[in-house]
């Protein structure tokens, strides 16, 4: 079981550190609340996008006399609102999020998954957008829905700060089971190592199956992708279902290891990428802050 305090998750330093990003919405399906991302939804906004003609019951305020001048007929004119983007994050803590890496001063997949999530919803919530946090380990776990408001922030962070890791993995039933919400579509932040025992492929299938525009954010441990401390006849125990396998690990397994190792990294990337997401690997023995900025352009996650 891993758990951590607030502080030990977000401190002061590290929120100074967000203050300059925010999330920039390519588009905002209609229906949210007002808040600051800019909505296909046309009304009562400040971006002038088109005009229409006038129906009885229309403001006033909005008639574009200009028009009514040349063309001696009434518009009106139509502007885009300002609405909230919704972020959900589905959050993998299961038993192998916990493992502790061996690099000097790393952090638990775990603790970091946590931060990356603390830290995405503390730029969402700062500018009204509305957040949700879906955990699961071996099934889903109880969630933090409907978070809105910069005052939810601290109940958000002493929510993830008490949340353990531990159970088994269930990663392609998270998904499928977070894909059959009736959400409005949104950004979708998907934390998590990425291992299920259904493998790399049906984690893929059931990504795309995903409504939402995904975001992909792996904590990963420093050579994980090619281990080379495991040489030699080995008994390989998996964490989380105690099963084993008798391992003879030689360099042509380190090298197949790593290939599909990558081809799977690369094949997350390119998926998120065609869905106008983003993929991101951050090291458990590196800051985060700097790793999280390179998906922000200029201080702007575009999504």
Same mark, same amino acid.
């Given at each position: 079981?891993?758990?951590?305090?607030?502080?030990?998750?977000?401190?002061?330093?590290?929120?100074?550190?967000?203050?300059?990003?925010?999330?920039?919405?390519?588009?905002?399906?209609?229906?949210?609340?007002?808040?600051?991302?800019?909505?296909?939804?046309?009304?009562?906004?400040?971006?002038?996008?088109?005009?229409?003609?006038?129906?009885?019951?229309?403001?006033?305020?909005?008639?574009?006399?200009?028009?009514?001048?040349?063309?001696?007929?009434?518009?009106?004119?139509?502007?885009?609102?300002?609405?909230?983007?919704?972020?959900?994050?589905?959050?993998?803590?299961?038993?192998?999020?916990?493992?502790?890496?061996?690099?000097?001063?790393?952090?638990?997949?775990?603790?970091?998954?946590?931060?990356?999530?603390?830290?995405?919803?503390?730029?969402?919530?700062?500018?009204?957008?509305?957040?949700?946090?879906?955990?699961?380990?071996?099934?889903?776990?109880?969630?933090?829905?409907?978070?809105?408001?910069?005052?939810?922030?601290?109940?958000?962070?002493?929510?993830?700060?008490?949340?353990?890791?531990?159970?088994?993995?269930?990663?392609?039933?998270?998904?499928?089971?977070?894909?059959?919400?009736?959400?409005?579509?949104?950004?979708?932040?998907?934390?998590?190592?990425?291992?299920?025992?259904?493998?790399?492929?049906?984690?893929?299938?059931?990504?795309?199956?995903?409504?939402?525009?995904?975001?992909?954010?792996?904590?990963?441990?420093?050579?994980?992708?090619?281990?080379?401390?495991?040489?030699?006849?080995?008994?390989?125990?998996?964490?989380?279902?105690?099963?084993?396998?008798?391992?003879?690990?030689?360099?042509?397994?380190?090298?197949?290891?790593?290939? #599909?190792? /990558?081809?799977?990294?690369?094949? %997350?990337?390119?998926? $998120? @990428?065609?869905?106008?997401? =983003?993929? &991101? #690997?951050? /090291?458990?023995?590196?800051?985060? %802050?700097?790793?999280? $900025? @390179?998906?922000?352009?200029? =201080?702007? &996650?575009?999504?």
């Amino acid at each position: 079981m891993s758990t951590t305090t607030a502080a030990e998750l977000f401190d002061p330093a590290f929120v100074r550190g967000l203050e300059g990003l925010r999330m920039l919405a390519r588009s905002v399906p209609a229906g949210g609340r007002h808040a600051e991302q800019r909505s296909r939804a046309r009304g009562a906004g400040q971006e002038f996008t088109d005009v229409r003609a006038y129906v009885a019951g229309d403001d006033f305020r909005t008639v574009d006399w200009h028009v009514f001048l040349r063309l001696d007929k009434v518009f009106v004119r139509l502007f885009l609102e300002d609405q909230d983007l919704p972020v959900y994050f589905v959050l993998d803590q299961s038993a192998s999020m916990a493992r502790q890496a061996a690099a000097p001063g790393a952090m638990s997949r775990s603790v970091v998954a946590r931060r990356v999530v603390a830290a995405l919803a503390y730029v969402a919530l700062n500018h009204m957008d509305r957040v949700a946090v879906f955990p699961f380990a071996s099934e889903p776990l109880r969630g933090l829905p409907g978070l809105s408001g910069k005052g939810a922030f601290q109940r958000l962070l002493a929510w993830l700060a008490a949340l353990p890791a531990t159970g088994g993995t269930g990663l392609c039933e998270a998904l499928r089971s977070f894909g059959a919400r009736r959400l409005r579509r949104g950004l979708c932040v998907v934390v998590t190592d990425g291992f299920d025992a259904r493998g790399a492929d049906a984690v893929l299938a059931e990504l795309r199956r995903l409504p939402h525009r995904p975001l992909i954010v792996r904590p990963v441990h420093a050579g994980e992708d090619r281990p080379e401390h495991l040489r030699g006849e080995i008994r390989a125990v998996d964490c989380e279902s105690g099963q084993h396998l008798e391992l003879s690990v030689d360099d042509a397994l380190l090298d197949r290891y790593r290939a #599909a190792y /990558r081809k799977f990294e690369e094949e %997350l990337a390119a998926f $998120a @990428q065609s869905r106008g997401g =983003g993929y &991101l #690997a951050v /090291r458990t023995d590196q800051p985060l %802050l700097p790793q999280l $900025a @390179q998906v922000f352009q200029h =201080g702007v &996650l575009t999504v």
